[in-house]
C-alpha cells in the first residue's frame, strides 16, 4: 500500500466515525514525522509506503488510510523530555533566551515548555533553579531544528 496524501486526522473526526472503524496503529519516533518519504509496519504487521505529495510533516494522529471498516492512524513514541516548568515570566525568558542560543527546538503545551532530554539543559536548569521534570511524553509533532548562520 502506498499513501501519498493524509486523510485527516483523527482530532477532526465524530466519535461515532471513529469507533465503528478497526484501527491499526503506526507507530513513529517523533524525529521521523519530519519525512515525506518511509517504509512503514502496522502494529497488525502490515507494510504501508509513504511518499506525500504535499510539503508537510506527519502528526500524531493523522489517518493515513480509512475505509467504512478500518484506518490506519499514525501515533508517536514517547520521547525522552524535559518538561520545564517556569514559575515566573523572567524564568521563562531566561530559559528560553538560554535554550535559543542553542538552537535546541522547544515545543510548548499548557503551562510548560518541552524540549528533548540534554545533560548539559539539565545541569542549566539545576545552576538556575528553574523546576523541570524529566518525563518520556508523546509530542504530536516533531522538534523541528531551526537552522541559521551568525555573522
Known sequence: MLIERIETNIENMEKEEIIRRHIEKVYLDSDHLVKRIQRVTTDHG?????????????????????????MIVIDVIADDLIVITP?????????????????????????VMMVQYDYLVEELLKELEI???????????AFR???????
Request: glycine share 8%; no cysteine; aromatic share 4%.
Open 87 to 111: 514559575r515566573s515570566i523572567k524564568e521563562m525568558g531566561t530559559i528560553a533566551h538560554q535554550l535559543g542560543n542553542r538552537h535546541l527546538p522547544a515545543q510548548f503545551e499548557d503551562d
Open 131 to 141: 523546576p523541570y521534570k524529566r518525563e518520556n511524553r508523546k509530542v504530536k509533532q
Open 46 to 70: 502490515r507494510e504501508i509506503g509513504i511518499r506525500l505529495k504535499d510539503p508537510r510533516d506527519l502528526v500524531a494522529g493523522d489517518v493515513l488510510y480509512m475505509d467504512e471498516k478500518n
Open 145 to 151: 531544528h531551526i537552522g541559521h548562520r551568525h555573522g
